[in-house]
């Protein structure tokens, strides 16, 4: 299994992985710059730790009297961890990686120079909004980043590193290396506001990773189970120009045969569906699922998806 | 049906249940103290019309909770049977006790000052946290819940929906008690985020996905589940409503970085097929935890 993903220089998939890459950056970057950094809040990662030793630098340089810049420590510590993830994991991350990482630090210091890092955006009297902003630039940021199947690298690459050895599951190892880091934001700014504000920035910043990979999907899938499939069925075909698939099921109470309709519509056909049913088979027993995402005819092709980026 | 549930003394899984209860009780007391008493929120339930009554009368929470937990399980009792066992007993008592201690020590002062959002959001975090443990060691939450088991038995109405009326009502009576309109919106914050952890911390957060997949490319799709990314699944024996063509649905559970390698597959050898892919709130079997490993756990 390879892990490393290679594409041809100048090709259209490479030029738009490398604009997923910088757009990707520049948001992250712009998240932490006007609502995350000025207020001390400590979100885990690399940057996170760069907030804490910025803090703790200030004064410590003549020439950086605020302290070390937040991005140029997080390069700092990305360069040596990706190295180790190298050699421990083997070649998983890609230039894709680098070139990602070394933005972040380059917008981040940049946006700091041109817009300080005084409380920019004047929300210090609601930091609880520029939380869930800040989040939301950090998710959707990461989330370009990802989609260009590029790694965030950094904590996460500590986090591969133990769960290699230890067996635990990644996804869990991530939240306790970010825990780790947010308790020492707490340690170091003795201020329980901080590690409050940042689970919200970590758990925001978790969802719209989510959306912004697999987006939100209104549509359904629906299991019906009727006497009167048939007339469900021409309903779903002729009207509403959807597919779906019989399965043969038996009644669990008394053998009987039933034929199972499996489909998957969206909300408004769902609702004219349910209208139909009532009316034509009270007595229908329906079951209804969100679906996060559907791939095939009538709907995003899976080609579309795998090969969109 | 037995609603009790018996376990003997001194076993590992008594043992568990009792730690789920001590642990459980104290993040709730904790909520309460540092994050929801201070601010005069009123998330529904006993503890909401004791905040009340501590703010109106003085009297302390967790002792108010006490005296109306007592009568309310003995009436819920007589009139359900016996549904509440020794446990949701031990719950609540320690809840009050954690209650009225920890808030000597607090002395009524929140956490974080001037920040009653952040504390409404906090607030119900931990206690939905410590109430999902309640709720994992099988003890019920007891209180005004009871209320609402009484009034679904005479009117038959939905006890979700009574629930969540019982603690509006209460809600309610914050708001009227305070005469502040924040009061109810913090709540019903509170209210909404304590559910959702609830429901977090009892079925677990899961990045496992079931797809159902439909595809002519049935055999090869089975041969890359089972040989390269070693799941199992299951074929069902399906029927096209359009041609009526006999067809294969294969129904699997894989995990969100297999989906893509899966996806990626099937897109090279079936570039039609179709997928519907949904979150699955916990899979529990081969492969997974096992449905063993979550009820003795």
Known sequence: ????????????????SYLLIIIGSFILAAGFVFFINPYNIVPGGVYGIGIVVHHLTRETFSF????????????????????????????????????????????????????????????????????????????????LIFKSKATSGGSDIVAMIISKYTRLPLGQLMIYVDSVIVLFGLVVFKDWRI?????????????VIDIT?????????????????????????????????????????????KTIIFTVLNRREMAMLQEYIHQTDPHAFMTVVDANEILGEGFRSLSEKVEEL | MAFLQTEQLFTKKWFISYTYIVVGTFLVAMGYVYFITPYKIVPGGIYGISIVLHYVFGTPVGLTALLFNIPLTIIGT?????????????????????????????????????????????GGALVGAGVGLIFKSKATSGGSDVIAMIIARYTRLPLGQLMMAVDSCIVLIGFIAFGDWRIPLYSWITIFVMGKTIDAVLSGVNYEKTIF?????????????????????????????????????????????????????????DPKAFLTIMDAHEILGQGFKSLHDKLED
């Not at chain 1, 990482?101 to 210091?109: A, P």
């Not at chain 1, 590690?195 to 969802?207: A, D, M, Q, R």
């Not at chain 2, 929140?110 to 409404?120: A, R, T």
């Open chain 1, 64 to 143: 950086w009297p605020t302290g070390i810049p937040v991005g140029l420590f997080g390069l700092v510590l990305n360069i040596p961890l990706t190295l180790i993830g190298i050699k421990v994991l083997g070649p998983r991350f890609g230039v894709k990686t680098v070139v990602g990482f070394v933005l972040t630090s380059v917008f981040m210091d940049f946006l700091t120079y041109f817009f300080g890092e005084n409380d920019p955006l004047g929300l210090k009297d609601d930091v609880f909004m520029a939380c869930v902003f800040g989040g939301v630039l950090i998710g959707f940021g990461l989330g």
């Open chain 1, 213 to 257: 990979m697999q987006g939100v999907s209104y549509d359904k899938m629906l299991l019906i189970i009727s006497s009167e499939f048939e007339l469900i069925r021409s309903k779903i075909i002729n009207d509403l120009h959807r597919g779906g698939t019989f399965i043969p099921g038996k009644g669990m109470y008394n053998n009987t045969d």
């Open chain 2, 213 to 269: 997949i439909v595809s002519e490319k049935h055999q090869e799709i089975r041969d890359k589940i089972i040989n390269d990314l070693n799941r199992g699944g299951t074929f069902l024996q399906g029927e096209g409503m359009y041609n009526g063509q006999n067809k294969k649905v294969i129904f699997t559970v894989v995990n969100r970085r297999e989906l893509a390698m899966l996806e990626e597959f099937i897109n090279k050898i």
């Open chain 2, 78 to 122: 007589r009139l359900l049977g016996p549904r509440f066992g020794t446990k949701t007993v031990v719950g609540f008592i320690m809840t009050s006790v954690f209650v009225d201690a920890i808030s000597y020590f607090s002395q009524y002062k929140p956490l974080v000052e001037n920040d009653p959002f952040l504390s409404s959001v906090f």
């Open chain 1, 1 to 16: 299994m390879s892990f490393l993903q290679n594409e041809k220089i100048f090709s259209a998939k490479w030029i738009k």
């Open chain 1, 195 to 207: 590690p409050l504000y940042s689970w919200i920035v970590i758990f925001v910043t978790g969802k």
